[in-house]
Each structure stands twice: as structure tokens, then as C-alpha cells.
């Protein structure tokens, strides 16, 4: 467990580190997997309509809803290896 905890959180600083950008789908889900994997289920109310950015962050961290922090973690990791491979 402390391995997984060190390894995501190594991950959040790996992902500042890339050269290039990653497509938007990929970034929410970048996002989606950190929120569930550092807070767990989504909180709060979901943004208005014209808040699109925050919309969509919304949305993609809604998705993961009932994922376990510890998977949304592992999978956190995982994405970011592959994408700074």
C-alpha cells in the first residue's frame, strides 16, 4: 500500500515533466483517475452549463464513481508510464 501511495504520488510529478501535451481526452482522464485516486467518489454540485472545462472535469471524474481509490491510483500510474515512456 505505501508502495502505491509513493508511486502516484511520484506519478503527479512525472506528468509536470512531459515534452509534449497530451490529447484532451487523455488529460481528463489524467484527472478523473488523480481526483478518484486522491479524494475518492466526486463531491459537490456539477458546474453550470457555459463552465465547459469544468464541466467536463466533472464529468470525467463522475465516471469513476464507485472505482477504488487504490485502482484509480494503480491505473493513474500505469497511464502516466505509458505516456512518459
Do not use: H
Not at 51 to 74: H, P, R, S
Request: hydrophobic share 35%; charged share 35%; glycine share 8%.
Amino acid at each position: 500500500m505505501a508502495d502505491l501511495k509513493s508511486s502516484f504520488e511520484q506519478a503527479s510529478k512525472d506528468i509536470q515533466t512531459l515534452t509534449e501535451r497530451p490529447d484532451n481526452d487523455t488529460l481528463l482522464r489524467l484527472y478523473g483517475l488523480y481526483k478518484q485516486g486522491s479524494e475518492g467518489d466526486v463531491k459537490g454540485d456539477k458546474p453550470g452549463f457555459f463552465d465547459f472545462v469544468g464541466t467536463a472535469k466533472y464529468e470525467a471524474w463522475a465516471k469513476l464513481k464507485g472505482t477504488a481509490q487504490e485502482d484509480a491510483q494503480k491505473k493513474y500510474v500505469d497511464l502516466v508510464k505509458k505516456l512518459t515512456a
